[in-house]
């Protein structure tokens, strides 16, 4: 043996040389023993004779008895057929009962639709195959979303099988211009991978360059969602996420009812939406079934909380470290009496915390979902109780980590969240450092950083940048949707409004 893996690419060239028969089918699939291969003889008659190729536990073998195998036997018009391409024509218009029909000419197309779960009946007299897509592989049925909470909403969530996916979004979606476009990649998973958009709608060059970027996607595998992210975004340093991650597919065909373009991934239940921008991550479906008063405080406490929980540990720091006159007298003394006895400066406490606690949620997330929650509780009361009584952090810190972590729990993306936290750690180094002069400066860094990211040409920061202040109805407020007549300005889509032909 050389060592080395064989190369598709070279696999897929020596398939095309070869000719189409069943010989050379078994030849590149012999080594499976789920593959099951058949010699039949069409209405019994030997002279024309048929081989059945298809993979053992994919397939619907209930309907490849009642809608293949049937009917070759047992149709007379097939017993007149005088040669195997008469025999091809007529299952080509319709003697076998079937929808799904294809006619496959060439070697690596008619392995690719077994693989794929179709059903072969091949002719090797006339080197030609017809496929018939059967599948019948057992699918986790569409449930409510695990990942995303749904208070006022469609309780249904994308699954593993992409066909199921596009399904729902043609359910929720009927339009005549919605646009399914797919695309394999991976070397050796052939992944299916889903581009959808409204055509006349949506902006043609965002498709367009995210195709191109698709097109150049060089990996062995897309097995997680991240493969298909990290192409596709254009600042791949930048923590914060750049495209929309979603299970429900009400969400995902909002946004691409607003303009934007989504990604379904073969076997993920997670679906991509792009561009991500900044005000697009801070709004949640339930924003938009709610009354718009109630649903625009909530848009507002969540904005004013992903301050909190970046700017309130650094904050701390700087005024209890730095700045303790600008606190009152009363506040100062309480503080410092909290902090009788502990032999660490408040900088080590506060970070202490914040790796404490990210220590508790990533314990969390590992463990299975009832033993995640009594660590989260343990660690919480018992662990932190423990802490202020050894003096080893203040009560006040406690209380300020407290209310930080709680204000992250807030934001409806789970990647946006991380970037906030990791940030967070900064704020608090710079705030160590020169107190607020250095959470200013921290602050005028990832404003800078924020302004300079781009999403296949729009604005990260959009909709408080790139439209010149307008198109506001829907940012840190929600207005009524009688109000809500335009889409946002800075995806340029072809049809501005949102009531009206598209």
């Not at 400066?441 to 950083?449: F, S």
Request: aromatic share 6%; proline share 4%.
């Amino acid at each position: 043996m050389s060592g080395r893996d064989s190369d598709p690419k070279s696999d897929k060239q020596s398939g095309t040389q070869q000719e189409l028969t069943s010989a050379n089918v078994e030849g590149l699939l012999e080594l499976n023993s789920d593959i099951i291969f058949r010699k039949l003889h069409i209405n019994g008659r030997k002279d024309i004779p048929v081989t059945m190729a298809f993979i053992d536990g994919v397939v619907d073998t209930k309907a490849v008895d009642d809608d293949i195998l049937k009917p070759l036997i047992q149709e007379d018009i097939l017993s007149q057929c005088g040669s195997t391409s008469e025999v091809i024509d007529r299952i080509e218009h319709g003697v076998v009962y079937h929808a799904s029909a294809k006619i496959r000419r060439t070697l690596p197309e008619c392995v690719d639709d077994i693989i794929e779960g179709s059903v072969a009946l091949i002719f090797d007299d006339d080197k030609t195959a017809v496929t018939f897509d059967i599948r019948g592989f057992h699918e986790r049925s569409i449930s409510e979303p695990t990942g995303e909470n749904v208070i006022k909403g469609a309780k249904d969530s994308f699954v593993e099988n992409l066909r199921t996916n596009t399904a729902l979004v043609r359910m929720k979606v009927k339009n005549a211009r919605l646009v399914i476009e797919e695309k394999r990649i991976g070397k050796q998973t052939a992944t299916k991978i889903a581009v959808v958009y409204i055509k006349s709608l949506t902006n043609a060059p965002i498709v367009e360059e995210l195709k191109k970027r698709l097109d150049r996607v060089d990996t062995e595998a897309v097995l997680t969602t991240g493969v298909i992210e990290e192409a596709i975004i254009d600042r791949k340093t930048s923590p914060f996420p750049q495209v929309i991650t979603t299970e429900r597919p009400d969400k995902f065909c909002s946004t691409i009812v607003e303009g934007r373009v989504g990604i379904i991934i073969d076997g993920m239940p997670v679906s991509i939406v792009v561009p991500g921008t900044f005000g697009a991550l801070l709004q949640a479906p339930e924003d938009y079934s709610q009354n718009f008063i109630v649903s625009s405080i909530i848009r507002f406490m969540r904005y004013a909380l992903m301050l909190v929980t970046l700017f309130l540990p650094g904050f701390y720091i700087s005024v209890s470290s730095f700045h303790i006159e600008m606190i009152p007298t009363d506040l100062a003394l309480a503080i410092t009496a909290s902090k009788e006895g502990v032999p660490f400066l408040t900088f080590i406490e506060v970070i202490f915390m914040l790796l404490a606690f990210e220590v508790l949620v990533e314990a969390g997330l590992r463990l299975p979902k009832t033993i995640g929650q009594a660590v989260s509780v343990v660690g919480a009361v018992v662990v932190g109780q423990a802490a202020v009584d050894a003096r080893l952090v203040s009560p006040a810190v406690v209380v300020i980590i407290a209310i930080t972590a709680i204000s992250s729990f807030t934001m409806p993306n789970q990647d946006f969240s991380n970037a906030l936290r990791l940030w967070r750690f900064i704020f608090a180094i710079f705030s160590s450092i020169i107190g607020l002069y250095g959470l200013s400066i921290g602050a005028i860094i990832l404003l800078h950083h924020l302004s300079s990211i781009e999403v296949l040409g729009v604005p990260y920061l959009s909709p408080f940048v790139g439209g010149d202040g307008k198109n506001l109805q829907d940012a840190v407020f929600r207005f009524p949707f009688s109000m809500q007549k335009k889409r946002p300005m800075s995806l340029r889509t072809t049809n501005k409004r949102r009531r009206g032909s598209a």
